[in-house]
């Protein structure tokens, strides 16, 4: 017999109205997610032919309330969601067809888990293209399955709130080492992974130093390549408008002379094309006695004449393969070095790194411009910016040098092609021994250029995918910064606060430096209080409270001056191995927590739920003056505009009480926080007349004359 209330609660299923996108409720049979992604609910995969509808159907329940949770929650893309969902419909699938067929998840044992694996593994190709030349199947790809693995462990991770979940994994699905087949490992984190400290160091270093060193010289022998293989003039010729009927008759003869200039005659050249310093084709159509532009018209529609010029080119000991030249090398290793510089310091996904154009960067702080594409509504993206430092505005600086010397083609030669990027400053040169393109660089490309880099530098560096400096720059943001993680999710462009936590991920090194770092702030706001520099309700007990000690000769007298600073740190020793903490709670108060004094319960600190004015557990220390002194001149601003009438209404004395609680609790720290001022004003008054001027001197200025004024308007007695 059960209890009312063992079983867990569906997250979503009473909410059947909700909407979970523009275009669909959570009951449509249909959601319509996207534009172009629609999920069928009651859609059968192909491999699911005899299976029963009804008992599909009542399958997908909780799949729907898990779809519910990713997509609203955690924040999942469109596509990602309907990828998820479709691993899980082949569970299902795979479980209804079974001999002994299973209607519920949480049936599904750790080894049957393991089955399913290796059936998905070894199932027939569904497509034509998955079966090779020989007629063999193709193995399942290591993406392929990574992502249907993480479907089932997103519904065993959240079976507790769903009506029915996988309630056991395998071992080894919880592991890095998933599953080891004819196809090697499988990591179950993949491309997320951060790149290890080392490797990172060395990786980034490398980049630094190649852009430091090479670019002059790089960009100095591609001026010249071009100068000498005239790309500009070739290019505005082949840019003009189609020829007229008069200059196509021509052109026949063109191709005739062209042909017999280039052509062998016993093994020789005849003496027709003459040695010379001018470039190739001009050398070319003189020797032909043509036009350049009809020379150059002509090379361009006739692959047999530029392979005969090629041909020639390579026999007189000219360089002809572009793709190994070591200009062609070293412009790869220059672009590979800045996308590994931007990527480190900015944390941009792959495709938004790619589609950042000409003048990608403004303002003094440096934001990188570029088109959000992933979690924007829109199919083909919207501008959106990512603050990055100078490193990374040197980088964008750099691949603008390139992107000036010739223009980028759009042209779509084969369905492939990443002309949806736009006029990129990531791109890729070509070269046939006529003309150049810069074309946008895909992402397969990017890959294999990674590779590319690491071999040729020789760099002792393990596989590096681009999407793991994503997750790198999440893991050093946290570790080495203060930034708070919705900041974090805002440079992500994150739906979801969970998403950013979860690139963030558990690392020890990170969880040890933030102990550390967290005991090391607990001590100094602990000193702190000791030294009476501190207000609120906890600050006034503790001053209380510390006098009193003093009185009774448990403290000396003048326990908070320096002379005493030696007793004072023996005292906090104590402190600290009694596993007292002093936490920063928001931006308004350091709570030293106790269970049966906080106002905000059990379970705390809970910055949310803080009442700093009130509870006993609140310190309030000298940084949090200039936020309660904002709150006073809001309040009392908001006080001077109501009527005489609401002043003596419930509206006016809550905002009375609001004043005088906030004036208490700082009270302490005015003559401390006054001295710190006057601090910053010498500092102000050295600053020269251009620093005075500049963002940082007029900040610094407002700030004074504002917190001046509000310190003023304080009233001096004990009455508010």
Request: one cysteine or more.
């Amino acid at each position: 017999m059960s209890v009312q209330g063992d079983e867990p609660k569906p997250a979503h299923r009473g909410d059947t109205d909700r909407f979970v996108s523009k275009q669909s409720k959570f009951s449509d049979p249909v959601w319509i997610l996207s534009p172009t992604c629609r999920v069928y609910w009651s859609h059968l995969p192909e491999q699911g032919a005899n299976i029963e509808q009804d008992e599909f159907e009542e399958l997908m329940g909780p799949v729907k309330d898990l779809a519910c949770i990713l997509l609203k929650e955690v924040g999942l893309g469109p596509i990602t969601l309907y990828l998820e969902i479709l691993a899980i419909k082949d569970l299902a699938c795979w479980m209804l067809s079974r001999p002994v067929a299973i209607r519920r998840y949480q049936d599904v044992s750790g080894p049957l888990l393991m089955e399913h694996i290796e059936h998905l593994l070894r199932r027939p190709a569904l497509r034509r293209k998955k079966i090779d030349a020989s007629g063999r199947v193709k193995p399942a790809a290591k993406s392929t399955i990574m992502r249907k693995v993480r479907a089932l462990v997103r519904l065993y991770d959240y079976r507790d709130r769903l009506e029915d979940g996988l309630k056991t994994l395998p071992p080894d699905l919880l592991t890095n080492q998933l599953y080891r087949s004819y196809k090697g490992e499988i990591a179950l984190d993949g491309k997320t992974l951060p790149i290890p400290d080392e490797e990172h160091r060395t990786l980034l270093g490398a980049a630094v130093d190649f852009i430091r060193d090479r670019t002059p010289g790089i960009i100095k022998r591609f001026k010249a390549f071009m100068k000498e293989e005239q790309v500009i003039q070739i290019n505005e010729i082949l840019s003009q408008e189609a020829l007229d009927e008069t200059d196509r008759k021509e052109l026949e003869k063109v191709k005739r002379s062209i042909e017999r200039v280039l052509s062998y005659t016993d093994g020789e050249y005849p003496a027709g094309m003459r040695a010379g310093t001018q470039p190739w084709v001009s050398r070319l159509a003189d020797n032909a006695n043509v036009s350049f532009r009809l020379c150059v018209v002509c090379l361009k529609e006739n692959t047999r004449l530029r392979h005969m010029l090629r041909r020639r080119r390579y026999d007189a000991g000219s360089s002809v393969n572009w793709e190994e030249s070591d200009l062609w090398k070293d412009l790869r290793l220059l672009q590979v070095s800045c996308f590994i510089v931007i990527a480190t310091s900015t944390g941009m996904r792959l495709g938004e790194l790619l589609a950042i154009k000409i003048k990608g960067y403004e303002g003094l702080l440096y934001w990188i411009r570029s088109t959000l594409i992933k979690t924007s509504p829109n199919v083909a993206g919207e501008p959106a910016f990512w603050l990055c430092g100078e490193l990374a505005a040197q980088a964008v600086r750099v691949l603008e040098q390139l992107h000036k010397l010739i223009p980028t083609s759009l042209k779509t030669r084969t369905k492939g092609d990443p002309t949806w990027l736009g006029d990129s400053i990531f791109r890729s040169y070509g070269w046939n021994g006529l003309t150049l393109e810069a074309r946008p660089t895909p992402k397969s490309a990017l890959y294999m250029r990674m590779k590319f880099f690491i071999k040729t530098l020789e760099l002792s560096v393990g596989h590096v995918h681009p999407h793991q400096f994503r997750k790198t720059f999440a893991r050093n943001v946290v570790r080495w910064s203060r930034a708070p993680i919705l900041a974090l999710q805002r440079h992500f462009k994150h739906w979801s606060l969970l998403m950013t936590d979860y690139y963030i991920g558990i690392d020890d090194d990170l969880i040890t430096l933030y102990l550390d770092e967290l005991r090391g702030d607990s001590r100094e706001r602990l000193r702190q209080i000791l030294a009476g520099e501190c207000g609120g309700p906890g600050g006034l007990i503790s001053q209380k409270r510390l006098m009193k000690m003093a009185d009774n000769e448990e403290l000396p007298l003048n326990f908070q001056g320096k002379e005493w600073a030696g007793t004072m740190e023996e005292h906090l020793d104590e402190i600290c191995e009694e596993g007292v903490v002093a936490y920063k709670c928001a931006d308004f108060t350091t709570c030293i927590y106790v269970i049966g004094l906080a106002k905000c319960g059990e379970g705390g600190p809970k910055a949310h739920e803080c009442h700093p004015t009130e509870c006993p557990n609140s310190h309030i220390l000298v940084e949090d003056v200039p936020f309660y002194l904002n709150n006073i001149r809001q309040n009392q601003s908001i006080y001077d505009r109501i009527s005489e009438a609401e002043k003596a209404g419930p509206h006016g004395i809550s905002l009375l009480k609001r004043i005088h609680n906030d004036i208490t609790a700082i009270r302490p720290l005015v003559a401390l926080y006054t001295e710190k001022l006057w601090q910053l004003q010498n500092h102000y008054e050295q600053l020269s007349e251009s620093e005075k001027a500049g963002s940082y001197g007029v900040i610094l200025k407002s700030r004074l004359d504002r917190d001046f004024a509000a310190l003023s308007r304080l009233p001096v007695g004990e009455d508010v």
